[in-house]
C-alpha cells in the first residue's frame, strides 16, 4: 500500500519511532496460530495463485518458502506505526498518534524480513471480513515478489488486482 506520509513527515515520524524504541523495546509480535481465519485467507490467496492459468507457478524454493513461513500478526496502534511505518487504520478511523494526520492510514502491510520470512501485519481497525481481504491482499505482494522479484506495490498486474483479480475471489 501506499505511504500515506509525505517524504518528510514520514522521515521524522520514523525518526521519531526508532528514538522511542530504543528506550522501549517492544515486545515480539505474536502470530496468529495457523489455523486462525486471517492466517488461512493468506494460504487460500496462495492456492487460488497456484489455480489461475495465467500467473507464475509457485513452485520455486523461495515462493514454497514465502507460502509455508508466512506470519500474520494482529497488531496494536503502536506495533503497527512502529514495524511498518505506516498509520494505522482503527475501529473508529484512521490513527492520530505521532506523525499521523489522521485522514491517510492502511489496514495492512508486509514485511519480508531476514531469513525470507513474509509477516503481514494488521492493523487493529476494521473486521474480520475486512482483514481477510487485506490478508489476501497483502500475500498477492508477497506472491507477486516471489515470482517476479518484485512487489507490483503500483498493483499493475490485473490478473491479481483488477476487479476480476484473485485478490478479490470468494
Known amino acids: 500500500?501506499?505511504?500515506?506520509?509525505?517524504t518528510c513527515f514520514r522521515a521524522l515520524y520514523l525518526t521519531a519511532c526508532a528514538l522511542?524504541?530504543?528506550?522501549?523495546?517492544?515486545?515480539?509480535?505474536?502470530?496468529?496460530?495457523?489455523?486462525?481465519?486471517?492466517?488461512?485467507?493468506?494460504?487460500?490467496?496462495?492456492?487460488?495463485?497456484?489455480?489461475h492459468p495465467e500467473l507464475p507457478t509457485l513452485e520455486t524454493g523461495l515462493c514454497q518458502r514465502y507460502v509455508t513461513q508466512v506470519r500474520v500478526v494482529h497488531t496494536t496502534e503502536a506495533e503497527f506505526a512502529h514495524h511498518t511505518g505506516y498509520c494505522p487504520?482503527?475501529?473508529?478511523?484512521?490513527s492520530t498518534m505521532g506523525g499521523c494526520p489522521g485522514t491517510s492510514c492502511v489496514t495492512g502491510s508486509v514485511i519480508i524480513t531476514g531469513g525470507d520470512v513474509p509477516t503481514i501485519f494488521l492493523s487493529p481497525g476494521e473486521n474480520a471480513d475486512g482483514h481477510r481481504i487485506t490478508v489476501r491482499h497483502e500475500m498477492a505482494h508477497v506472491l507477486t515478489a516471489c515470482t517476479t522479484g518484485a512487489f507490483d506495490s503500483g498493483h499493475t498486474d490485473k490478473r491479481v488486482w483488477g476487479a476480476a483479480g484473485i485478490v478479490w475471489q470468494q
Do not use: F, K, V, Y
Open 1 to 6: 500500500m501506499t505511504n500515506p506520509l509525505p
Open 20 to 51: 522511542l524504541s530504543a528506550c522501549i523495546t517492544p515486545p515480539p509480535l505474536q502470530a496468529l496460530p495457523q489455523n486462525a481465519p486471517w492466517h488461512t485467507a493468506a494460504l487460500q490467496l496462495a492456492e487460488d495463485w497456484e489455480a
Open 89 to 94: 487504520r482503527l475501529e473508529g478511523g484512521c
